[in-house]
């Protein structure tokens, strides 16, 4: 499968999907975090969307929300983050830096929270816990196209 690029401009809350030349192929309306206008994710339960560089790094076929796309939080960056502040402990440090030098899921049951993914489930409410929602059509549209690995940038 050709990859892809995801880019999710926060700020106008709509999600492009980029081909290798950076040329639009689909374009959707979105919501994501609703405490995000706050900062950038920082932990578990802050209900804010992680801003960065990503990559897919999960795909459920089977979930409520009738696609879900994992992404790759916590990155490097939050995992030495959480680790200086004490949110994490070594362990789990070192368990996140070699899920992302494997391209794997990082482990998503730290303080730093997880579980953070693109899907569908409707763009009529005020928000989500952290996550890209769009409407089900559209992310079945996107899952056509996408697979693990594919990078996303949400900026």
Known sequence: ????????????????LLDNNDDVILSFPIIYGRNSHLGNKEKEGDQRTPRGEFYICSRNEKSKFKLFLGISYPTEEDAKRGYDNGLINKKQRDEIINAHKHRKRPPWNTSLGGEIGIHGGGIDRDGTRGCI????EDVMKLGEYVDVGDVVIMK
């Open 1 to 16: 499968m050709k990859k892809h690029k995801i880019y999710i401009d926060l700020s106008n809350k709509k999600f492009y």
């Open 133 to 136: 929602a769009m409407r089900n």
